[in-house]
């Protein structure tokens, strides 16, 4: 079974910067699509998919976090980060790591492709 473990949210003025970590362990599959996705509960947004790996190394990021965030994986590709820089409070969510092992191409766009999510960690930026 493969489990993802978050860590490193926390709160932050607007202009700061916090580091992701995603531990992931279990049987990972040759092709794989690794994650993060964040959720703002309290503003009743929908999930939605932050930026993204796939095995072979191609990294994609959502428009609003170009430039700002970056997502890099360890050497053994058993911890992934994820880098936010600039931050601001339109960036408040939960961040959660997930994995598609189904070998479809990479898609953040629909977090139903991915089947195995993390506990989540908060980020909360305040003005």
């Known amino acids: 079974q493969v489990q993802l473990v978050e860590s490193g949210g926390g709160s932050v003025q607007a202009g700061g910067s916090l580091r992701l970590s995603c531990a992931v362990s279990g049987p990972m599959k040759n092709k794989f699509c690794l994650a993060w996705f964040r959720q703002d509960y309290v503003q009743k947004k929908e999930r939605e998919g932050v930026?993204?790996?796939?095995?072979?190394?191609?990294?994609s990021y959502r428009d609003s976090v170009k430039g700002r965030f970056t997502l890099s994986q360890d050497n053994a590709k058993n911890t992934m980060f994820l880098q936010m820089n600039s931050l601001t409070p339109e960036d408040t969510a939960m961040y959660y790591c997930a994995a598609d092992l189904s070998g479809d191409p990479c898609d953040y766009s629909d977090y139903d492709d991915f089947s195995y999510w993390g506990q989540g960690t908060q980020v909360t930026v305040s003005s």
């Open positions: 930026a993204a790996i796939d095995s072979d190394g191609r990294i």
